[in-house]
């Protein structure tokens, strides 16, 4: 219980979405800088928390994902160190100072961008789970500190961007992985619809998913929420989310189904039984389809309109997957 | 311990005894002499006969870092020896295990008996094996007193399968195995599969003997003809009837050497195989259809109670079959009342690695034109002076390249995204 713990923050630092959220239309205008002066805190009370707790930091920009701080790496590198400030506790210091240096130089790169390519977090999310793979395997050279080892390790996700159906395959590895590497992944989605994707990661890895609706408690969420590790929370009510949609999307009309046709070489899934798939271009037998109609429920099959639940945006890639296997 | 108690058998409260015994006498000396002993008038069969710590050679300085890097080279060139081009793997999957429970499995050359370790590693086995492959289905057949049991039905249920051993003192070892009966009732329980699954059995035989009432061979051709896939791992010694099984078949045989290698091979069966062509009738087509699939609803844990169709216990959380609306407790399974299959996407995503895999990446062998100093993936240093000696297929700079993103990871990264994470952190962005 009493173990030291390390955390990988991911921020999506979408410029486009960012500005959206700062709108003052919004019931709960929240601008960037606000964003980042509360994402410190929550920093510097992690690493208050514990001597001996780690932490990274992954940000997620525009078609690009980079490492903006980690401690493991942060303190051979002296050479920039920040200005001693008699006012401030200096691993404080260091870590805003770093984390905020890192975004200013993400973000003027930036500026010559006409077009804003999609944020990708799974860039981001493979990064972390690498990072934490490193962590569990010290390089043999070095002393193995016993608190890199056994730490539990936890990624939290701060979301502001849409679902990218392009990347439901990698994500879905990034859950798997981080189930077998025992990573608990947290979403806190700041602002923007919820996303299918990071609800389904936050239920298999055992975090949890929280959308911010009352966005000037930023701050009382991440503490209340977030800061606990993962191993004290079933003490602490900590919001989960529960019901998570699990039901597929067919590949032919983006339909939710409730019973499916999947072709057993590809996994596609349709919902009407088809002579060929789609696409592995696998040609199915006339007798099957013939069974199949015949054995289909004799009731109209409620798409998943009937019962009035809405449809979440597309939880599964059709273009990507064709594309991959041309 | 020494190498000269190996052979001897004694119980758990003798073994601790001995242990103390031993370090309390400073027997580093003596350990050494026994060593040397037991090397130099060990039995013939034993020559032929590689000890895994023997291939295991310390460097100069005592450290293991040499033969660790060679293990990891190893794993590199096979993965860089596989298939390049597109094989169709089989992602439904039904597999029989057949387990020898025949008096030759209390040997105790294996710790602590052959019957415990094999029960052990079957667990672990299954435990994986549903892992990546969740719509697979696992039946168990053991083989004692010269005839077939049926321990487990066909399941695609872990938990039942693992309950179905989870009993040791049911399946206490006894009598003679029969392998003819054995693979006869496994083979009588895939009869009725569709043909776009495999149908694949894995043997796990201690014994050297076994005790059939026909000609086996009728059993072998019988099984060519179903096309059904026999791997087996021998636990005692490689016989021409085992290894004629695998090989008529399409399967692979081993023979375990000792713990590790026995684990080995077992998990060496998990991926799924390349899908075997249908023969010379159908016109060497490879078999494909349109299954039916539910996906369930999934119940929050505040629902009220109700009776499961499985178990028949009262249950908060559970599935709901799209088709007859019975309550199931865990998914994938087969609906009970309607025979539906249920699956949720999840699980159709488990198997999406193998249908797209991350390409093996290059080794960099100089560092012309490099400019990143860190791994694109964990931002470890990466070393910029060549280390000497390297084996073939290793990067003196510890540095891998993929070949679409061009980005350099490092071997640890390497191994990872390639066995664990599936997805190249380089290209994802």
């Known amino acids: ?326 | 311990m020494n190498s000269g108690s190996d052979s001897d058998s004694f119980d758990e409260g003798d073994l601790t005894a001995r242990g103390r015994k031993a370090k309390g006498k400073s027997g580093s000396r003596a350990n050494e002499k026994g060593k040397q002993k037991a090397k130099d008038q060990g039995y013939a069969w034993e020559a032929t006969y590689t000890r895994s710590w023997d291939t295991v050679q310390e460097d100069e300085a005592g450290s293991l870092t040499g033969a660790v890097a060679e293990l990891l080279a190893r794993g590199r060139r096979r993965r860089l020896l596989a298939p390049a081009a597109a094989i169709r793997r089989t992602i439904i999957r039904h597999l029989v295990l057949l387990l020898d429970l025949s008096a030759a499995m209390s040997d105790r050359d294996m710790r602590p008996t052959r019957f415990d370790l094999s029960l052990e590693y079957a667990r672990e086995f299954i435990t994986e094996w549903f892992d990546q492959n969740p719509l697979g289905q696992i039946g168990i057949v053991g083989m004692r007193g010269g005839i077939g049991e049926r321990v487990c039905e066909m399941s695609g249920n872990p938990q039942d399968v693992l309950k179905a051993i989870s009993e040791r003192h049911k399946l206490e070892p006894i009598g003679e195995p029969s392998l003819q009966n054995a693979i006869e009732m496994a083979r009588s329980s895939m009869s009725h599969l569709p043909t776009h699954s495999s149908r694949e059995m894995l043997v796990i035989f201690g014994s050297l003997t076994t005790v059939d009432p026909g000609n086996i061979y009728e059993t072998l051709s019988s099984c060519v003809k179903d096309r059904i896939r026999i791997s087996l791992v021998a636990l005692a010694a490689e016989t021409k009837i085992c290894r004629e099984l695998c090989d008529k078949t399409g399967g692979t045989f081993g023979v375990a050497m000792n713990e590790g290698h026995f684990k080995d091979l077992l998990f060496e069966l998990i991926p799924p195989p390349a899908q075997q062509h249908t023969g010379a009738g159908a016109g060497g087509k490879m078999s494909a259809d349109l299954m039916m699939m539910g996906f369930p609803q999934r119940l929050p844990d505040t629902a009220p109670a109700a009776l499961c169709v499985c178990h028949a216990q009262m249950r908060a959380a559970g599935f709901l079959c799209p088709r007859c609306g019975a309550r199931l407790c865990d998914a994938p399974t087969d609906c009970d009342v309607c025979g539906l299959m249920i699956v949720s996407s999840p699980h159709l995503a488990r198997s999406y690695h193998h249908l797209f895999p991350v390409k093996p990446y290059s080794v960099v062998t100089t560092l012309d034109g490099v400019t990143s100093t860190t791994c694109h993936a964990c931002a470890r240093p990466l070393e910029d002076t060549p280390s000497a000696n390297v084996s073939e297929g290793v990067s003196p700079f510890d540095r891998y390249r993929c070949q679409d993103c061009k980005s350099d990871f490092c071997t640890e990264c390497d191994v990872f995204v390639h066995d664990v994470l599936h997805c190249c952190p380089g290209c994802e962005t």
């Open chain 1, 1 to 326: 219980m009493d173990r030291s713990c390390h955390l990988s923050l991911i921020i999506d630092l979408s410029p486009s979405q960012w500005h959206l959220s700062a709108q003052p239309t919004n019931p709960h205008p929240l601008s960037f800088q606000t964003f980042l002066s509360l994402v410190l805190t929550f920093l510097n009370s992690h690493i208050a928390a514990k001597h001996e707790n780690t932490l990274a930091v992954f940000g997620a920009l525009p078609g690009k994902s980079t490492m903006l701080y980690s401690s493991l790496d942060a303190d051979s590198s002296n050479t920039n160190d920040p200005p001693a400030d008699a006012n401030s506790y200096r691993p404080f210091k260091f870590v805003n100072t770093i984390v905020t240096k890192n975004i200013q130089k993400e973000l003027d790169l930036l500026e010559g961008l006409t077009e804003e390519p999609p944020v990708t977090l799974v860039g981001a999310l493979t990064m972390a789970l690498c990072y934490i793979n490193r962590l569990a395997h010290p390089p043999p050279g070095s002393v193995a500190t016993e608190t890199t080892t056994e730490a539990d390790a936890r990624i939290l996700i701060l979301s502001v961007s849409p679902d990218l159906s392009a990347s439901y395959i990698p994500v879905m590895n990034s859950i798997f992985s981080a189930q077998k590497l025992r990573v608990t992944i947290d979403v806190c989605k700041v602002y923007g619809e919820e996303t299918v994707f990071l609800q389904q990661a936050a239920h298999l890895t055992g975090g949890s998913y929280i959308y911010l609706e009352r966005r000037d408690a930023f701050l009382q969420y991440l503490t209340m929420s977030f800061l606990p590790p993962p191993s004290i929370r079933h003490m602490m009510a900590v919001p989960r989310q529960d019901k998570v949609d699990f039901r597929a999307a067919c590949f032919c009309h983006k339909n939710i189904v409730d019973i499916g046709f999947v072709c057993s070489v590809c996994l596609s899934i349709f919902c009407s039984p088809v002579p060929v798939c789609s696409t592995c271009r696998t040609k199915f037998p006339m007798k099957t389809l013939q069974r199949l109609n015949a054995s289909r429920p004799s009731i109209p099959p409620a798409n998943g309109v009937s019962n009035g639940s809405p449809r979440p945006p597309s939880a599964r890639p059709s273009q990507g997957m064709s594309a991959s296997l041309r």
